[in-house]
């Protein structure tokens, strides 16, 4: 046999591949069987002058790479047509996801309040005690820092890194030995002093929303947390600018017939204090439904978070002149603020966090 001959008769195997492959039925042992078309193309070899062997074996390489590559291409689409599968039938749709219901309310947050020139920030999740406490009229050992179930951590070694460096710190504030502990935020007020820091003076108009972390679990509280928190600083701020800022925050969030409501109460870092309460969307802030109280509510207002005006000690700490500037701050938990909208009806906000699909899929 010559290689020609040979070549010949590898040209007949392949014409009849290509054939069985337009038809769509090809049968493995067809080729590779013992007595398959390749098999017995193979068995030539030996019929060839030594000389060629190789020249022919390399082709035989090539053929059976070809050969093997579109059986396999093609198993799935026979096995298919075995089984006649219905084409016509609707496909499988692929899962489309979506933000975190959390996310999607830090955004609709961060939107109205860019809207009336706040501006979002966001600070160390891992803060110096200075920033989340003591800035904030909190001395060491004040009973006022209970409030904050609050996680301590290690020190780590800080050296060089200009945000978390003592001697960086103390720079600023010559007065310390250094930031103090390093405690997870239990509030984003830890926000208040370091944005007047990174401003230098007036006018300020913050929104600062990030992740805090307090030691507690239950169906209202998880130890991760999101609050969000406003700062303003100018010359001439009162409590109606305050006011005034809940409320269009209420409208927005909740829907033109949402107010809000201010209370009496205590924080180191503000005074006047105030506890804010946004009304209730069954009842309006009436406390009544059909001469019924509200089930909700009970009593027509739900609680939220806490304001005031900016206290003067915590304004000198940021290095403002509390003779010529005052302000107001607020700040409160996304979680919370989010599950009172109208139509939701989530008792337990620790499914957020548990990651179940079913739960997220309906946000
Ligand atoms: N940081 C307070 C808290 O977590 C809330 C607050 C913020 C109060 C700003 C007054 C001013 O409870």
Not at 77 to 84: F, K, M
Not at 176 to 205: A, C, F
Not at 269 to 296: A, R, Y
Not at 312 to 330: C, E, H, M, R, S
Request: proline fraction near 5%.
């Amino acid at each position: 046999m010559t290689i020609d001959q040979f070549n010949q008769q590898a040209k007949v195997v392949l014409n009849q591949f290509a054939a069985d492959l337009t038809g769509g039925q090809i049968d493995q042992t067809r080729y590779f069987g013992k007595k398959g078309l390749f098999t017995q193309l193979a068995k030539q070899i030996q019929q060839l002058p030594s000389e060629k062997r190789g020249q022919a074996g390399k082709l035989l390489n090539q053929i059976k790479r070809d050969l093997t590559k579109n059986i396999a291409a093609t198993a799935p689409l026979n096995q298919a047509t075995q089984q006649s599968i219905d084409f016509s039938l609707p496909g499988n749709k692929p899962k489309v996801g979506h933000l975190h219901p959390i996310t999607q309310a830090i955004n609709q947050i961060s939107r109205i309040f860019e809207r009336i020139g706040f501006i979002r920030v966001r600070y160390p999740e891992v803060d110096w005690d200075w920033y989340v406490f003591e800035s904030l009229n909190m001395p060491p050992n004040h009973p006022a820092r209970d409030e904050w179930e609050t996680f301590f951590i290690d020190r780590p070694d800080t050296t060089g890194n200009v945000a978390y460096d003592p001697k960086q710190l103390t720079k600023r504030h010559p007065k310390m030995i250094d930031g103090g502990k390093l405690v997870l935020t239990t509030h984003t007020s830890n926000g208040q002093v370091r944005e007047m820091e990174r401003l230098g003076k007036p006018p300020i108009r913050m929104i600062n929303i990030a992740r805090c972390y307090r030691r507690q679990q239950d169906a209202t509280h998880t130890q991760m947390f999101h609050q969000f928190e406003g700062l303003v600083i100018d010359k001439g701020i009162t409590i109606q600018h305050l006011k005034g800022t809940l409320d269009y925050f209420a409208k927005e969030f909740y829907g033109p017939k949402a107010k809000s409501r201010i209370r009496p109460f205590h924080f180191r870092f503000t005074e006047p204090s105030f506890e804010v309460d946004f009304s209730c969307h069954i009842c309006h802030g009436t406390g009544f439904v059909n001469g019924q109280k509200c089930k909700l509510c009970k009593s027509g207002w739900h609680e939220v978070g806490g304001a005031g005006m900016v206290h003067p000690n915590v304004l000198k700490a940021g290095g403002i002149d509390p003779d010529q500037y005052t302000g107001f701050a607020f700040g409160w938990g996304v979680e919370r603020t989010y599950t009172l909208r109208e139509g939701l009806n989530i008792d337990d906000i620790r499914h957020f966090y548990n990651n179940k699909v079913k739960f997220l899929e309906q946000f």
